[in-house]
């Protein structure tokens, strides 16, 4: 009972828990797409109270984690330049490029900076007329809005010593590499809610049809996870593979329109590499030809930069639920969060640093490492 | 990055033809881009904001029926349990 403790309705919680264990006749395997939605569940132990009934994989949605090795190391050298003031969000500060991170660099003297809003980084663009300023435009569909407006705005306004360094995935695309991957074991998908509240759910339908799995999109607070979860059990166990929607609070079946009509208007769909994983065709955004005045590739001449991904880290296994993250060697040893060795460690969304955070203990003795 | 928080408008104004306003999350105040939902939003209405964006006004009614569904099924749930283990309490007694 001591994972159920932190619940802010401990009684509806546990109603949920018992109905799923009661609806289940067999276990089923079923993975959540975002990471925020990794982070609840293994920091409230859902996992571990429906293990009878449920396996959970932890799929490949932490935008940081998969971010390729070569845009980090595209982004640690723009900010390594005298004339550039590099902006990220918080969070890509510590992912490991191939040979410090941006953090090192910012300890070093390079211009690096956080900010809360992209916005942000235009107008930090207009204060410094004398400086380029580069923002690392990387996330889901959730993000891509706010990173298309930046953007939009740049132009809007002819500030143009702004640029980004784009390095953006979409979902759908992945699930279906998942899918597609004869190793797959995902019965079922919980759909990250904030993707949806832009993208809408139309575009799941065809995959809940082709490939016979239920997706439920789902919220981020523990009772929408474990209400996504129950959704999810009720169709395979009705032998049903639908599109439903659990968030409805902030979910439309279209989405939101004026945000889509923004993003495809500034970004066009790509080739992307994911980090672990590799290429997948169409699953990303770059900018459209109109913009490209703003692409910080271009601007900088960054396509020289390659870069080899260390053999050791299993994150391409862990991303696509083949490995639990303490069943990787280096897991806890060679790599913690303080000096993590692929991006899955690094992200508080990632699955290895949400294991090592929460899950130590259980995660220890399983691995035979860390007492 | 990925979390999406829910917060209420304080005010809302025009930052050079953007939508933008004061947003309150639980006493921290933040300024966001209403742009993406000027036109279903108002002061005091809550929305979604992802990385200084509101993407979602939140729909209360939805919100308020969705607990409402989750606390009736857990409810239930509880009597059940109880019923069993007052029926389970009877057997082990003498
Ligand atoms: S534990 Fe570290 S090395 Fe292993 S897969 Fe995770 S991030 Fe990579």
Known sequence: ?371 | MCLGIPGRILDRRDDAGLPVGTVDFGGVRREVCLAYVADEVEVGDYVVVHVGFAISKVDEKEAKRTFEVLREMSQLEELEWMADLADAAERVQP
């Open chain 1, 1 to 371: 009972m001591k994972y159920l403790s932190e619940y802010r309705d401990p009684e509806m919680a546990r109603g949920l828990v018992k109905r799923i264990l009661d609806t289940s006749t067999r276990r089923w395997t079923l993975m959540e797409v975002c990471g925020g939605q990794t982070h609840t569940i293994v920091k409230q132990g859902i996992n571990e109270v429906l293990s009878d009934a449920i396996e959970m994989i932890h799929g490949p949605g932490c935008p940081v984690c998969v971010t390729p090795l070569e845009q980090i190391d595209r982004a640690l050298h723009l900010a390594t330049r005298d004339d550039v003031i590099f902006t990220s969000f918080g969070d890509m500060l510590r992912v490991p490029g191939s040979e410090c991170d941006l953090l090192s660099v910012k300890a070093r003297g390079g211009n690096v900076r956080v900010v809360y809003s992209p916005l942000d980084a235009v107008e930090l663009a207009r204060g410094n007329p004398d400086k380029e300023v580069v923002f690392f435009a990387v996330g889901f569909e959730t993000t891509a809005p706010a990173n298309a407006m930046a953007v939009w705005r740049a132009h809007e306004l002819g500030v143009d010593n702004f640029s980004v360094l784009v390095s953006h995935v979409t979902v759908p695309p992945a699930m279906v590499a998942i899918l597609e991957d004869p190793e797959n074991r995902v019965q079922g998908f919980l759909a990250a809610g904030h993707v949806c509240t832009v993208m809408g759910w139309d575009e799941y339908e065809p995959l809940a049809d082709r490939y016979h799995v239920p997706i439920v999109v789902t919220g981020f607070e523990p009772l929408d996870i474990l209400e996504g979860i129950w959704m999810a059990v009720r169709q395979l166990e009705e032998g049903r593979h639908e599109v439903e929607n659990q968030y409805v609070r902030s979910v439309r079946r279209e989405g939101n329109r004026p945000a889509q009509d923004l993003v495809s208007k500034v970004f066009r769909v790509v080739d992307r590499g994911w980090r672990g994983i590799g290429t997948i065709p169409g699953s990303g955004l770059g900018l459209s030809p109109e913009f490209a005045a703003y692409d910080a590739e271009i601007k900088f001449g960054l396509e020289h930069i390659h870069a080899e991904e260390p053999a050791e880290c299993r994150a391409g296994d862990v991303l696509k639920g083949r490995l639990k993250p303490y069943e990787c060697p280096a897991f806890g040893g060679r790599c913690t969060p303080e000096s993590p060795l692929g991006a899955p460690m690094v992200s508080t969304e990632g699955a290895c640093a949400a294991y090592y955070n929460f899950g130590r203990v259980q995660a220890g003795a399983a691995a035979g490492a860390n007492s």
